[in-house]
């Protein structure tokens, strides 16, 4: 088995960079393919914001995408996908049209335009330029928490931000997961310090605490924050084994688990819930039903895993009324 960073660049192929401005409380988290690589898609929340979703069809005709642009600002964050778009083009990267070169990047974005940071940022708001800046810091080894994408991202009681995480099957493919945590409900049992992710954790990653002995009385009260629209959950999971679009499309979908299995309550009409599924081909999965049957378990237990420990990393905001960190509420 390959020694593992339990990020998502544990993928070979796969890399990520962010681009955060803390003045505006926000930012940009680019996931960058160093080969295009097949793609595909699931939507589980109600208030979805994309770039390029229905691309990802897997009866659509382009079929392998450069990379992924997740972004805050909500709407105004759509121009992170033309920053992305702008560095790979300078790259000679890109779909080829006889002599035209398109790079293929989707994506989706999260609300965070009321968290308090500076949003008077003129005509025109910064999220191409971050975009352009987070695909040009793309590398293999990438910090979480409030960074990126999740620089101004919230739960229902805590500060969200990026998570990560990785592991391989017993194949030895090797499945990452990313996500910027941004979701009406809560990644924490009721107003306790436990996660609900904790069956899945994997050594302390955050912080071993499993499940409380007992459920207090308001763990499954469903606690939600925010109207339509202001709430999102934005997830990559990857794997390094080969992939046709329909599969990659299964991917998504069983690894949307990982936010049920994360958040409580989730998927509601108040989110944008997108999970994003990649491969970048490098590794024969083995039998093609339970291949990928085993791929999509160990990805949505990745993406649980991921959304705990965008929380667990967390720092609390700066601004005024900020909601507090896990680390800040908790210690550790």
């Not at 739960?155 to 995480?165: F, V, Y």
């Amino acid at each position: 088995m390959t020694k593992l960073k339990n990020l998502i660049t544990d993928v070979p192929g796969v890399l990520v960079g962010h681009a955060t401005d803390l003045k505006v409380g926000s930012g940009a988290t680019a996931i960058v393919f160093e080969q295009p690589a097949v793609a595909s898609a699931d939507v589980r929340g109600g208030g979805p914001g994309t770039r390029e979703l229905d691309m990802l069809d897997p009866v659509a005709t382009v079929e392998r995408v450069d990379a992924f642009a997740l972004s805050g600002g909500s709407a105004f964050g759509l121009e992170t996908g033309a920053g992305v778009a702008a560095y790979l083009a300078e790259q000679g990267r890109g779909f080829q049209v006889r002599t035209a070169r398109v790079p293929i990047v989707p994506g989706a974005i999260l609300f965070d335009l009321l968290n308090g940071g500076d949003k008077a940022w003129g005509r025109y708001p910064p999220y191409r330029e971050l975009g352009y800046e987070a695909a040009k810091a793309a590398t293999a080894d990438f910090v979480l928490g409030s960074v990126g994408a999740g620089a101004g991202a919230s739960t229902e009681n805590l500060q969200g931000g990026i998570g990560s995480a990785s592991a391989q099957t017993a194949g030895g493919s090797v499945v990452g997961a990313i996500a910027a945590v941004n979701t009406a409900g809560r990644t924490t049992i009721g107003g306790s310090k436990h996660f609900w992710a904790a069956p899945f954790e994997q050594g302390n990653e955050f912080g071993g605490l499993g499940w409380p002995a007992k459920f207090a009385a308001d763990a499954h009260v469903p606690h939600l924050k925010g109207r339509v629209r202001e709430n999102t959950t934005l997830a990559v999971v990857a794997t390094d084994a080969t992939l046709t679009k329909p599969q990659a499309k299964r991917l998504a979908v069983m690894a949307s688990a990982g936010l049920a299995r994360a958040i409580y309550p989730v998927f509601s009409p108040l989110d944008g819930d997108i999970v994003f599924a990649a491969s970048t081909g490098q590794r024969d999965p083995g039998d093609a039903v339970h291949g990928l049957a085993e791929l999509g378990a160990i990805a949505a237990n990745c993406l649980a895993r991921a959304v705990a420990r965008a929380v667990f990393e967390a720092r609390t905001l700066s601004f005024p009324g900020a909601l507090p960190s896990w680390r800040d509420r908790f210690g550790g």
